[in-house]
């Protein structure tokens, strides 16, 4: 029968009645719709109703916060202006023009195979060709009428038309009236990006001519070159209109219509703050928005999901405690003090975020998980950490604050830091282990988002003060919450077993022979129960306090009659079974009025189970061989051992006081007597109801009789001294 087990409702009354099975669960899980709600009381969404849109630069009268994602639209003169801005961007696209090039030489060219064809036909034909072609002068048409020199003026202005066009030339006109400095210059499918005025124009061209005609002496002759090179002329670089005016309405298209991108939870104004145009513009935006959904809509479905988030959070801690840790679901203290927990947490958070806004390093989850971890144990104080960290994290007001890498991680390290805490050095490692943890996230997420070393630093000293902050309120809160959920910490395992305690020292001075024995059996169960995994503490402290019924009247106990006559040699066997039987029940009340918790007080009746009184069984029997004896009033009471602790009290119990008796206390004999002990506690039923495998069984005789070898091992005699009695002549020493 394991412990969850026990904690279940009688499998009858599940079996019999559907209803009483729904009770159960809903009464566990209202915990959970609580803290969800004060949650929601805490961090509630924002109720968004504007009425009237503020001034820039008028103070806020609240606080506004996005209660769903919009989007902040342009308005059409932005729009515009923003397209016109980008499109003027765009630089003008010039292309050469490669048609002009032929063009120009085939008019040149065709110009002088012309000349040539006239001159055949006489001179006055010639010349009457060259004026009216070229609108030549009559000193320039003489100049041409000669061959030799017509030759000589047409392999110039060929070959100067053909070098200069080809680099490119524009209309003047045409640059002059390009505003850009810089244009893109194509030819055919390559593009660069050249200076405005590094295009040649029509007067750069005519001034190249100049002095390309100086090529030839005679003046008549220079004038005709130039005169033919501006009559040839044709511009081989144009501005491509088409393609420019198409980049640019590219450009005007792909203005994004969207000013602002708003999320959930973002703060669009505060109160006390005045309103900037930004700020007016996205709660025009949001005013908007809350007319196409409906005016009622937004509160109610922040309403809902709030809670919805706060709850399915919580169900998976819930789920868990369901599936993992079924003895703690079964017990509706605590799963109601897990509510309260986590509905501290967010209401101290609550404060702690009022007073100091957008600090996520002051968040006390590692609170939180130390109490947890006290309580239970370090993976359930983790869980706690990463729950909460979840939790607080979706919250509106804390959205965007870096809480759950902070929480998580302080929540880890407290968890991790007060795993075992036996000494007051170990509350100082904790409060150092959450201090170097708080470092840490403060650097990590310093360098993400690239903070200044003093926003660093002021960040790692608050998450510092924060360790032992979260310390000092867990080492408040917990003893509240053992009182609780009457669970027994190893804290008060430590208080408990201070050997100063009014109980403890009446034991010790009334019982002398009974505290010996529960020492003994106190070191016993503690390394044992060391061994397979148990509570070692708690054992020790049972076993402090596993007998203290026999105070009621010790001397009525062998091991504290000191050799002195044996009451019960003139008892009768029932009355003696009595007495031995009810130091048990006396015991239980003993421990009642010592406040001793429940699982200190399981000792007393769990350490003898039902085992039989088996002396006085006997000597029963043999008085009264008819049959007359009632088995059952030399049995204890119970119950039989139901955790691992009390289990091996009952083998600790008994085999301290077998070994105790024997002869032969050879390790062997030893191993021997406990093997007998422990098969005959499994035989009778004894152990069947603790959570001990034969594995674990195995581990504890071997450790059973590993540290009982070690107690009664063989000791050395010494010669009698001067002045030593005879009777001390034999003493050993270990």
Known sequence: MTPSERTLPPAGAASRSLGSSIRFHMLRWLPLVGTAAVGYALFPPPAVVITALPDAGQVADRTVVAPFSFQTPKSREEMSSEGESRAFSVRPVYRYSPTAYDSALAKARSFFAELTRAEQQGPDLLRAVAATRVNLGPEETEFLAVESQRRRAQAVVTHFLAELLSRGV????????????????????????????????????????????????????????????????????????????????????????????????????????????????????????????????????????????????????????????????????????????????????????????????????????????????????????????????????????????????????????????????????????????????????????????FMMGASAFLGVLMAPASASLAMIVTPLAESATRITTDLTLLELSDLGRPLLRRLAQEAPGTWAHSLAMANLCESACNIIGANGLLARVGCYYHDVGKLTNPRLFIENQAGGPNPHDELGPIESARIIRNHVIDGIALGQAAALPDVVQAFIPEHHGTTDITYFLTRARLLFPDDRVNAADFRYPGPRPQSAETAVAMLADSAEAVVRVLDDRSPDRVREAIEQLVAQKLASGQLDEAPLSLVDIDRIKREFARVMSGTYHKRIGYPRAAGVPPELETAQRA
């Open 170 to 453: 524009a209309d003047a006109g045409v640059l002059r009236a390009e505003p850009s400095r810089q244009v893109s210059l194509r030819r055919a499918e390559v593009e660069q990006v050249v200076a405005r005025d590094s295009i040649l124009s029509f007067a750069d061209l005519m001034e190249r001519a100049e002095a390309a005609a100086s090529a030839i002496d005679s003046p008549a002759g220079q004038r005709t070159v130039r005169r033919l090179v501006a009559a040839f002329y044709h511009p081989t670089v144009v501005p491509d209109l088409a393609l420019t005016s198409s980049r640019r309405e590219q450009l005007r298209a792909s203005v994004d219509p969207v000013k602002y991108y708003v999320s959930a939870g973002e703060r669009i104004v505060t109160a006390g703050q005045p309103v900037t145009e930004v700020a007016r513009a996205k709660l025009g935006a949001l005013q908007a928005e809350i007319g196409k959904r409906g005016s009622g809509h937004p509160f109610l479905r922040g309403a809902a999901g709030a809670l919805l988030y706060n709850g399915a959070v919580l169900a998976v801690f819930w789920v868990l405690l369901l599936f993992y840790r079924r003895e703690t679901y079964d017990r509706l203290r605590e799963v109601v003090f897990f509510g309260v927990l986590f509905s501290l947490a967010l209401l101290l958070t609550a404060g702690l975020n009022s007073a100091f806004p957008g600090r996520p390093e002051l968040v006390p989850i590692a609170f939180a998980a130390i109490v947890v971890t006290l309580l239970y144990n370090g993976r359930v104080g983790m869980v706690t950490a990463l729950t909460l960290a979840i939790l607080l994290d979706g919250q509106w007001a804390l959205r965007g604050s870096e809480i759950l890498f902070f929480g998580l991680v302080n929540g880890v390290a407290g968890a991790v830091g007060i795993r075992v805490v036996r000494r007051r050095r170990h509350l100082y490692l904790t409060i150092g282990v959450m201090a170097a943890a708080s470092v840490l996230a403060s650097v990590t997420v310093g360098l993400i988002q690239g903070w200044s070393t």
